[in-house]
Each structure stands twice: as C-alpha cells, then as structure tokens.
C-alpha cells in the first residue's frame, strides 16, 4: 500500500521521465526509494538510509526487523527516522512499540514521542448535534445528544469535545468497534494509555483515570548524594513535584528490590504522599539495592518532616525485606517507621511488627484502598509512571490481582503509603 502511494506520486509528477522504477525501487540521479515489509526481518540489512519511516511497528512480528532497520541510519549528516503505528496492546507483538515509546517518554532514546487523539481530526465529528442545555434546543435540523455517560462527561470536561464528536464516538462505538469501548480506545485512543490495552480484565476504566490527567506534569529531578544533599539531576531518581510545607505532615510508602537495572527485574519505588490532603509530592523509582535504598529513604524522611515510612518486608530473592529496617533503624537512626499491632487471641499482647508486610490478609485491603481512593478522586497524582501503572493494573486470565502489562512497583509504593 505504500508503495502504490508513492508510485502513484511520482506517476503523476514532472519527474516521472527521469525516474527509473525496478522492482519496489526507484532512483532520481544518486537517490533511492525503496519499500521492503517487516515480515522480511533482515531485508533492509545492507541498505544505508537517510530518510527511514517505519508503519505499524505494533504489527511487526519480529522485533530483529527493528534493529536491522536502526542499523540502516548514519550517525553522521541529517537523518530523518519516522516510526508510526496504532498501539496493539502492551505484550506479545505490540511490546516492541509499546517498549521503544515508553523510553521515548523517559528521554532513553532519541524520538520525540507525538500523540494525536482522535478528536484532533475535525472529520471525526457528525454535524447538527447539540447538548440539551444548549441555547440552540429545538432549532430546525438539530439533534439533542442526551444520556452522557462518566466517560463522556469526562471527555466534555476535561478536552472540551463538542456534541457532535461524542456522538460520532457513538456511533464508532457501536457500529466499528461491536459496542465495545476498550476495542475504540485502542483504535481511536484519546490517550496514550488508552492506546495500550491489554489482556485481562482492567480494575480501573479510562473514565476513573481521565480527571487525573489535569494534575499530571514534570517534576524536578534529583539524586540524592551520601551527605544527604539533594542535587538537580536531570537523570535523577528523585523526582520532586512540591517542597515540604511548614505544618504539613507526610508519609512514605516504599517498595524494596533486589537493585538489578533490567527489564525482567523491578526497581525500587517510593511514593511521598502530603497526609494532609493526599497529594503525590514526591516520587523514587531507582534499581538501588537495599542498603542504598535505605540511605534514600532516611534523607527523604528527614527532608520532609520526619516523615512516617512505610517500608515493604516482605522479602522475595533478596529484595530486601527486613534487611531494610535493619539498615534504617542501625546505620541510619531512623525510628518513625510504620508499625503494626498484631492480635493474638491466645496471648495478652500479640507483640509489634515494624514495616509493612504484603499477605493475602492485607494484600486485598490494600487494593481495596487504592480502588477507593482513585474512584472518590480522593488523591492528587502527578506522575504518569503512576498513573501507567494504574492503566495497566487488573485482574489477570489467572484471576490474580497484578499488572497486566509492564511493572507495577511504583503502584505497591502507592499503595502500602
């Protein structure tokens, strides 16, 4: 289909006499255009290219089609390099797009990453619709869109859609997508999150999700260095959204990790939240092992009000656990640490655990938090790894709470705070 494009260009353009056309080739003077299908994963191995576009990465079978085509582009000169594609869930084929955008967001590659929901294009619009409180009700020719739904009344408020571009949303819904709206987020996504869908059974819908997205920005990046100074870091872990406030109390949630930076292992999460009005002002996300991520925490509780931490101990392949407190109660001397009260119903006094242990028992009450606190709108994100996360978290085919797609180690430090 490209190819028929661009033959039909240059069929219909003066140049065509000084164009020659061979195979899915033509050359003008020393320049070349050719087309060559993902389904051939070494195909474009000895080719140099100075302009590359590849099309619906998210369909590529073979992610060595990728690399292959990257190895085509000279470092030197003005390369131009084009990568465009509807998302095709998170997993499986569509990883390799949902991957490479990823770390477009987080400045790891050099794409620029451009999203363009569908209510940017204006055909997508049918015309002479109104909302019943409009003043044009009752006018000749035009229709009243009633019965707005959460997700559109979402929609209305938070990008202004008119009433004709939620009904043409209607009619997609139900005529091209078979009434099925998680099927048009992923084919008409008016966010990046709604693009990636994935397997699994979501625990929140877009419409929970779409008021946080008022409050999501960039926030300042720090490392924190072994004097405890906090320093400007545009590659920091330490991403800080507000300063501590005079009179203001705060809690950390933390989720340990074993310290290896790839992709088959979670990071370390902390998530700082302001207890007084549920705010995310802070948010850790490093592959530090457990006795620096110890010395992480202890500066950031200091540096917000002796903050209350509440550090996961519940330890799988040595991702720190208990070891955590160890670090935190002896080289540290930090002390205002979460404890729970244990009932025994045999002794008196059931004794004292110091973090925050993930069991069945509060595993369950944990998420049951979350769901609340994200449905009443009860607390103010500013992250888009968090709210990723969020997107991605649900019930899986094997019926376990966990993330559908990608890591969820900043949503359990969210979580535990």
Known sequence: HIWGMSKRMIEHSPFLPYVGISGNTMELGSSRYSVATAGSPHATRSMTMTALHLSEVALWRYPEAWIAAMQTVPMKGEPWLFVESTANGKLNEGALFYDEWQRAQKGKNKFTPIFLPWWELKEYSIPNYHFSS???????????????????????KQFHLTAGQLAWRRFMIEGYCRGDVEQFHQEYPGTPEEAFIQSGLPLFRS?????????????????????????????????????PEAGHKYLIGADTSMGFDDASHSRSAAEVLDMDTLEQVAEYDCASPTYVMARHLAHMGTRYHNALLAPEITASGGGGGRELLVYLLKDHQYYNIYRNKQV???????????????????????????????????????????????????????????SLAGKDHLLFAFGIA
Not at 216 to 239: A, E, S, V, W
Not at 375 to 384: I, T, W
Not at 387 to 397: K, R, T, V
């Open 134 to 156: 409009d003043a044009r009700v009752g006018k000749m020719g035009s229709l009243t869109l009633e019965g707005l739904d959460q997700e559109e009344v979402e929609l209305k």
């Open 207 to 243: 419409a929970d999700l779409i008021p946080f997205r008022r409050e999501i920005r960039d926030g300042r990046k720090f490392r924190i260095d072994p004097d405890g100074r906090f320093t400007l870091d545009p590659n920091g872990y330490l991403t800080i959204w507000k300063a």
């Open 344 to 402: 025994d119903h045999i002794k008196q006094d059931g004794g004292t655990k110091w973090g925050w242990e993930t069991n069945m028992r509060t595993r369950s009450r944990m998420i049951s938090r979350i769901v609340e606190v994200v449905k009443q709108k009860a607390c103010v994100l500013h992250s888009e790894a968090l709210l990723s996360q969020l997107q991605s978290f649900g019930e899986s085919d094997a019926g376990r709470y966990e």
